[in-house]
């Protein structure tokens, strides 16, 4: 799933290439991706024909663009989802699900929602150019100028859930997913699974310094590319992926000590850490051996 640095890479590219465009037509070309608008795909395209598009906001993985009556364009990529900006006589792409035609864009061009798996989606937000309500309950991330440092250390430090947990909690900060969780804690030399009680707070500052440096790199690198799901906005991949040290590198030497990279299951994910580097929390390994030394049915 796309997490900040690809949603933040897609919003610099909308703000560059539809900001000041009036929505001319809009095609609804498979109702699932408008499947939380509450008019239906005919209300929405209703909603969004002749309207201009002011800007392109962020909160997390969300991406919003606000229109001239106050409403909002309200996106989400979920795991495959692409906003792509482009020329009128573009052919279709295959997974094209929403057709916005601009008039006033850069170079002419329209936006297209793409989603080959569905998850995502867009829905106009009643009110909602400067916040949609939506989104209201979803925390700031690390690299917004008023994300509260002090709020965020003590609150990690209140709850006994292990840290990567806490890290992918959107109502406790945004933005970070799966690959930039691992890459910050390998940074920091933390296991996942340390509770964040366990944690002092110089340990917690860094860890959050080390979570803004790997999503920084990645936004100069254009975001992370596995695959050919996650693009910008003109079709471009990521190129971070080459430069991650824990994540996706299973059995590969860990570039800090040469151990190698162990995967685990998590949240019907994978988590990959260092075993040497960050070692497995006592409490984590004493459950393990009892686990082995307990008799089957």
Not at 64 to 93: C, K, T, Y
Not at 180 to 205: C, F, I, M, S, T
Not at 226 to 232: C, G, K, P, R, T
Not at 240 to 247: E, M, N, T, V
Request: with cysteine.
């Amino acid at each position: 799933m796309p997490e900040l640095p690809e949603v933040e890479t897609v919003r610099v590219g909308l703000e560059r290439h539809v900001t000041g465009a009036i929505v001319r037509s809009v095609e609804v070309l498979h109702p699932r991706p408008v499947r939380r608008d509450p008019r239906g795909p005919d209300g929405f395209a209703a909603a969004l024909i002749g309207r201009t598009l002011l800007a392109a906001r962020r909160r997390g993985k969300y991406l919003w663009v606000p229109l001239d009556d106050g409403n909002a364009l309200l996106a989400h990529l979920g795991m495959s989802g692409q906003m792509l900006v482009q020329p009128p006589a573009a052919a279709p792409e295959r997974h094209l699900r929403v057709r916005l035609r601009l008039d006033g864009a850069a170079e002419g061009r329209n936006l297209h929602f793409v989603d080959q798996r569905m998850f995502g989606g867009l829905l106009v937000s009643e009110g909602g150019a400067e916040l949609p309500p939506e989104i209201a309950h979803i925390a700031r991330d690390p690299l917004d100028p008023q994300f509260d440092d002090d709020a965020f250390v003590a609150a990690v430090r209140r709850r006994v859930s292990g840290i990567k947990r806490q890290l992918l909690n959107q109502n406790l900060v945004s933005g970070v997913g799966n690959i930039y969780a691992d890459e910050a804690l390998w940074r920091a030399g933390l296991h996942g699974e340390r509770p964040g009680k366990r944690l002092n707070r110089a340990q917690v500052v860094e860890l959050l310094t080390h979570v803004r440096a790997v999503m920084t790199d990645a936004l100069a690198q254009g975001g992370t590319s596995f695959d050919a799901l996650y693009v910008n906005v003109n079709g471009e991949s990521g190129y971070f992926d080459r430069s991650l040290s824990a994540y996706g590198r299973e059995g590969e030497p860990c570039p800090r000590c040469a151990s190698p990279i162990r995967r685990v299951a998590f949240m019907n994910r994978s988590s990959y850490f260092c075993p040497s580097c960050q070692p497995v929390p006592r409490s984590r390994r004493s459950a393990a051996r009892s686990a082995a030394a307990r008799p089957p049915d």
